[in-house]
């Protein structure tokens, strides 16, 4: 299989660090509302990739944070009046929700933010006493990017700013050393917690690497998020893992491209966006919005229209009926499972059909080996699908050919059951 790796801007055999074995950590949701389709768009991804890596033998050992204390969530709080804990429940809920009907499988751990700012604490700790780190006058830490060579190798350019600009986040390319803690002296503050350093706000910068580490080690195979994570939160989080480690923390690093509405990115921020019950509102299915998520390459944009929703259903629907077809197929048992033979087409067709199998199969993991082109692979599922129930297959040849389909299934998620 190979995969494009954002760390090296190069699509590379995939090699786990472990024969047969993964690590795979993914930034999860901030449980301030409910999930959008630009969100899912990379979650399902994950998941498809997750599935791959299963289908080919591998055990997945898969970690997604939960963001539970931000500034978005504290500024919900305020607006609605409902307490954290309640929001954070309710909106953790429906992403679960969501993400269970859209067939994404749950990961081996959630860490929450709010079980590990101790361990945050402790990381910023070990930071300043390696020297990769330092205060300022104000009781906030920094990390320091002149300790570390390679800031800005997954931005794809070389990185730098002086020391007196430090923020807790910055805009592509325009890069300085970032916040990782900041000393808060509000005891009631619904974004800070008690640690061994006082009351602190861990920055977004130190959640993931620490959570990341804390819970799959010092090396990984595959860290993954939306585009939008690749800078500044990945640059930073890479910044933090690898100089904690002393080593390249993740082997491979994968983003997800946006989903576009309307011409903008889909963002809860701008109030456009599409949630999954606004799809089953309008007769979609679960399955059907998950293949339309999967419909367009990763590494392209996908424009969400309903005129395109339309047509991957149509799309959905006819492989049901094709499936139906398999179901109830009555056809003559004139061959068995032996080499191709015969000469017509149909007699080729019939004769054949064992190594039809083996190369339909054969096909769709070449569709995924190729840096998991799930189009691709939809593609050669429908095409399957359609052939097979257009020839006039015995009920035991419809058979196999459904069990193909269902092992397809175990990857994409998203066909007619």
Known sequence: MKIYNSLTRKVETFASRRPKAVKMYTCGPTVYARPHLGNFRTYVFEDALKRYLLYQGFRVQHVMNITDIDDTISREVKKTGVPRAALVKKFERLFKQDAAALGIMPAAKYPHVSGYVCNMAGTVERLLKMGAAYKDGRHRIFFDISKFPTYGKLAGRKLGGSRKVMREEY????????????????????????????????????????????????????????????????ENTRAIADTLCSCEFSKYYMHVKHLLLDGEKMSKSKGNVVLLPDLLSRGFSAREARMLLMSVHYRRRLDFTWEYARKVKMRSLAIRKAVNALKNARGEETFGSEAPGGTGAEGSW??????????????????????????????????????????????????TALALLRKFDTVLACLPA
Do not use: Y
């Not at 803690?181 to 690497?209: H, I, S, Y």
């Not at 054969?362 to 020839?391: G, H, I, Q, T, Y």
């Open 171 to 234: 805009k592509p390319f325009q890069a300085g050393d970032f916040l990782l803690l900041g000393r808060c002296p509000d005891a009631e503050c619904e974004k800070c917690l008690e640690t061994r350093m006082g009351m602190c706000k861990p920055a977004w910068n130190v959640q993931c690497a620490t959570m990341a580490t804390a819970e799959l080690g010092n090396h990984i195979d595959i860290s993954m998020g939306g585009q939008d994570n690749l800078f500044n939160h990945h």
């Open 350 to 399: 019939k004769e054949g059909f064992a190594q039809f199998i083996a190369d339909a199969r054969a096909d769709f993991e070449a569709s995924l080996d190729d840096n998991m082109d799930l189009p691709s692979a939809l593609a050669v599922a429908e095409k399957f699908a359609r052939e097979c129930a257009d020839a006039d297959l015995s009920k035991k040849q419809a058979q």
